[in-house]
């Protein structure tokens, strides 16, 4: 009695001109036992087939998946996209022949089809024929090992640390197979990734650009002040720092610039939409400071403005919050703006998990209203951990 055939897991792939394909693939692999994960596009509408090639290629290459298929009219733009990946040996083949032989002599891991030229029939059997076939090995690994001479990221981590690079590939696989509803949480680009991954990792720079307590801080120098005056022209601030870790190292550098242990802040209560490091005693700031909280009206659920002010003139607070982790409306910094200098006290603004809706002017812009502003840099702004203070 002969074994059944292993089954695999398979990234597909289609722009518009090879949806109808795709779709009679993803259902012969799904019969045939194999496991499917389906990457788009699932329309006519015009869509670019190098996008769809770099899901494919980076899933086959992180290891979510074993081996990828692409389908776009010809295949050639699909084939060509997807070589461009270090690891990748993407072909295009038309027949089980050819299937056999990239698979055997190339170890081919992304299979591309011509949409237009190989009927459903066809494709069955140069899939299923890809799928059998291994690779030989020999001198073709050596071959196939000189296409492959610049290393993937995870390389340098998988030799180094083999235990922390089967993590990574983890979180990945968990990051691309779940749907993160974490309202702090964003994935960001590549573009940030390859920046904190870059060489600028390797040094220290305390203090500011141009007044260092290290030499050598020359090009860091260039892109801090860099960050410096895109932060500010993004948001209209005049000053920035863009030295926090974290938005709470921020909030708690706004609390040192100004109060002293003891003095009375009016902040929104966590358990109406507020933040820990908004006067929660789980916080420093709800140990070092009197913290008086204010909240959301029972009736409507949205901040109750006039008794803010009422609250306000009572305890005569030396700052007042604004800004929330978990308030869905519209905040009225002018009004509370207004209220704070009516009472002599600070105005800051965390803005973190609003700060890409201020950038993209669909939520007022608290800097004209605010004496300080902080924001994390991840969040909606979908760069690095990190954060900001903007005066």
Known sequence: MSSPAPSHHIAIAADHGGVELKTAIVSHLKAAGHQVTDLGTDGTESVDYPDYAELVSESVLSGVTDSGILVCTTGIGMCIAANRHVG???????????????REHNNSNVLC????????????????????????????ARRVGKMNTDPHPMDSLEAADPAVADIVRAEEHRQQTHIELIASENFTSRAVMAAQGSCLTNKYAEGYPGKRWYGGCEEVDKVGQLAIDRVCQLFGAKFANVQPHSGSQANTAVYFSVLEPGDRILTMNLAHGGHLTHGNKANFSGRYYEVVHYG?????ERIDYDGLQKMAEECRPKMITAGASAYPRIIDFARMGEIA??????????MAHIAGLVAGGMHPNPMEHADFVTSTTHKSLRGPRGGIVLT
Do not use: M, N
């Not at 040996?89 to 299937?99: F, K, N």
């Not at 959301?296 to 409507?300: A, E, F, I, L, R």
């Open 341 to 350: 200098r009516s009472v002599g006290a600070y105005l800051f603004v965390d």
């Open 113 to 140: 089809l011509a949409g237009r030229t190989t009927s459903a029939d066809e494709a069955r059997t140069i899939i299923d024929t890809w799928l059998a076939t291994p690779f030989a090995g020999g001198r073709h």
């Open 88 to 102: 990748i040996q993407a072909a295009l083949v038309a027949d089980a022949q050819t299937a056999a032989i990239t």
């Open 296 to 300: 959301v009206s029972d009736k409507d």
